[in-house]
């Protein structure tokens, strides 16, 4: 994995250049106390994960985030614990609190490995998802501080909660950071269809459509008029 190191404090990037150096899969390729240089080397390499501290001066190790269009996987190294929520809302692989010890270190840094092995053989993305292709059946889903499998022949339907989605599958819902619009682009467009501004379904776990209304197992999905007649081209596509 191709890495850089972000922190404004060089005793920290020492350590980070210290445990990544004992890492065979980790190849450092550059370290940088200064984070708008560091933008300037995301921008011309291709990064696999960022170690990225918090508070620096001229941009914050969240702003840095929030500004870059592609974003790597990265982990948090910050000796402050105000901002766990926050960098996991940006969907932030780890946060290790400093001091952190080597065993802490590479347990993150596995995390990483297994997350981009995944990325590079299956071509998912956790947090900037193209359709998958016809041999791609499951998404990688953040739910507060793991990242999980979910198969999609389990989903039955999605619905939007403002900054959040419910996505029911299986035996119980998961709610995860994201948005509608993100999750359409997510699922592929040949099964996933959007029906309301706050509801996707699955077309093959559509039980019956009457009124306006699709009942899915006990639920009944409001069809809005906006979405309706995407809706109906999309079920004509399927008819015999």
């Known amino acids: 994995m191709k890495c850089i190191a972000i922190?404004?404090?060089?005793?920290?990037l020492?350590?980070?250049k210290d445990y990544a150096g004992r890492i065979d899969f980790i190849?450092?390729?550059?370290?940088?106390?200064?984070?708008?240089?560091?933008?300037?080397?995301?921008?011309?390499?291709?990064?696999?994960?960022?170690?990225?501290?918090?508070?620096m001066p001229n941009i914050t190790g969240i702003d840095l985030i929030r500004s870059l269009g592609k974003t790597p996987l990265f982990i948090?190294?910050?000796a402050?614990?105000?901002?766990?929520?926050?960098?996991?809302?940006l969907n932030a692989l780890d946060y290790l609190l400093k001091p952190f010890s080597f065993e802490r270190f590479?347990?993150?840094?596995?995390?990483?490995?297994?997350?981009?092995t995944l990325r590079k053989s299956k071509q998912v993305n956790v947090v900037h998802t193209t359709e998958p292709h016809e041999h791609e059946k499951f998404i990688m889903v953040k739910v507060e501080y793991?990242?999980?499998?979910?198969?999609?022949?389990?989903i039955l339907y999605i619905e939007g909660l403002k900054d959040y989605v419910k996505i029911y599958a299986g035996k119980r819902p998961l709610l995860t950071k994201s948005t509608m619009k993100n999750m359409e682009e997510k699922l592929p467009s040949d099964t996933f269809v959007r029906v309301h501004k706050s509801f996707i379904v699955s077309a093959s776990k559509i039980d019956s459509i009457e009124n306006n209304r699709i009942l899915i197992g006990e639920k009944l999905i409001p069809i809005g008029n906006q979405y309706k007649n995407d809706f109906n081209n999309f079920l004509e596509s399927k008819r015999l």
């Open 7 to 12: 922190d404004d404090e060089p005793l920290a």
């Open 80 to 89: 402050y614990s105000t901002f766990a929520l926050e960098g996991f809302e």
């Open 106 to 116: 590479l347990k993150a840094v596995n995390k990483a490995y297994e997350i981009s």
């Open 146 to 154: 793991s990242t999980v499998r979910l198969d999609l022949n389990e």
């Open 76 to 78: 948090f190294t910050t």
């Open 14 to 16: 020492n350590i980070i």
């Open 27 to 55: 190849d450092l390729i550059a370290s940088c106390t200064n984070p708008l240089e560091a933008i300037k080397i995301l921008n011309r390499e291709e990064v696999d994960l960022i170690f990225l501290d918090i508070q």
